[in-house]
C-alpha cells in the first residue's frame, strides 16, 4: 500500500488555527482540516494521531509564540538597573497578547478560546500532554522571576500581583472584550498595570 503523500505539518496548523479562531475548537476536525489544506484524512493522520493532537499541537504553537515575546519583556524588566525601567518592561509585558495580535491574530484569538482542560479532554499522548504542562511551567516560573525583580521575593502575595498585571488584567481588557487592536484599551492596559504594581503586594 502506498504512503500518505507528505505535507508541511505548519500549513495543517495554520488551517487548525483558522478554524478555531473564527468557529471555535470544535470546528476544528480532521475532515475540515483536510478540505482546508487540500490534503486526504489519511496523510493528516499519518502525521498527527488524531483531532485532539491537531488542537493540541495548533496550542502549543501559538502559546510559544507569546511566551517569546512575553519572556523577552520579562527579561528586560529582570535585567533592568532602576525601577521606572523596569516598570516599563511589565507595561510592556502586559500588552504582549495585543503585539502578538499584529503578527498571528488567529494564535491571539486561539489563545482565548481553548483552555487545558479541553486539550487533555480526549486522546492525547502522555508526551504530549507533558509538553502542554511544562509550556504552563514556563509562565509560572516567568511570573515567579518578575516577582522577584520587583520586589525580591515571590510568595503568594507578590506572585498574584504580578498575575493580576500579566494575566488578569490583559484578559479582562483586551482578549474577553476583543479589543486587542484598540489603542484605547490598550492605554487603559498600562494605566491599570501601573496602578496595581504603584500598589504593590503589601
Known sequence: ?????????????????????RSGPAAVTVRAVAAATGVSNGALYHTFASRQEVLARTWLRAAHRFLAMQSADIDRAVHATDHPARVDAVLDAAEAPAR??????DSARLLLQIDRAELLDGDIAPALAQEIADTEKAL???????ARALWGRADKR???????????????????????????ARAQLRAAVRAVLD???H
Do not use: F
Request: hydrophobic share 45%; proline share 11%; charged share 20%.
Open 1 to 21: 500500500m502506498p504512503r500518505p503523500r507528505t505535507h508541511d505539518p505548519q500549513t495543517v496548523l495554520d488551517a487548525a488555527e483558522a478554524l478555531a479562531a
Open 100 to 105: 502578538l495580535a499584529n503578527h498571528h491574530p
Open 158 to 184: 507578590t506572585v498574584a500581583t504580578v498575575t493580576t498585571c500579566l494575566v488578569d488584567l490583559p484578559t479582562a481588557l483586551l482578549l474577553r472584550r476583543d479589543r486587542l487592536t484598540d489603542p484605547l
Open 140 to 146: 509560572l516560573a516567568a511570573i515567579n522571576r518578575l
Open 199 to 201: 500598589l504593590g503586594p
